[in-house]
């Protein structure tokens, strides 16, 4: 099942391995109370877990820039929920 239908396609298995990665290792509680200034350089073991998952999902794509990005993403989610992070999403991607 695909949960990012509304992100476009080029984009989606960004999100989607990173959603995966954080369900199956049963870190949302972390990405909750994630409380250091960056995903990009953080040590932490759980992060470099989440890193490694992703890639073992499929998707070996991320820059730096990216993965920081999409670990935010998946802290919004986890904090707001998917269906206020869908809205944030559309709301500052569409078109003007």
């Known amino acids: 099942m695909t949960t990012f239908q509304f992100i476009p396609i080029s984009q989606r298995k960004m999100y989607q391995t990173a959603f995966d990665a954080i369900t199956q290792l049963e870190l949302w509680q972390y990405m909750r109370n ?3 200034e960056s995903f990009t350089f953080c040590l932490d073991t759980e992060v470099i877990r989440i ?3 992703i890639s073992e999902l499929g998707y070996d794509g991320h820059s730096g820039t990216s993965f920081g990005c999409t670990m935010r993403a998946m802290q919004y989610i986890a ?3 998917m269906d206020n992070f869908k809205t ?3 709301r500052g991607n569409s078109a003007s």
């Open 88 to 90: 944030m999403y559309r």
């Open 34 to 36: 994630f409380d250091q």
């Open 51 to 53: 890193s490694k998952k």
């Open 79 to 81: 904090k707001e929920g």
